[in-house]
């Protein structure tokens, strides 16, 4: 899994080449992406203010007032 920006992302779930399995690219992927990164997170407040923070910035965009 890898996230190329854009609210795009790249999964391959396959064990190699040749097996048969998961791959997708963009919007879709990104939302695994994202929903995997949330499982590894250890604590729930944690993740609560993860997906608090990838909502808003969905919403309203990122804040670059402090760059």
Known sequence: ???VGS???L???RQSKEAKG???AGFLSWFIWRSAYLT???SWRNR???AINWATTFVFGRD???I
């Open 48 to 50: 609560f203010y993860a």
């Open 64 to 66: 670059i007032s402090r």
């Open 7 to 9: 609210y795009k992302a």
């Open 1 to 3: 899994m890898a996230s």
């Open 11 to 13: 999964v391959d779930l």
């Open 40 to 42: 590894r997170v250890v």
């Open 22 to 24: 998961l791959s997708l």
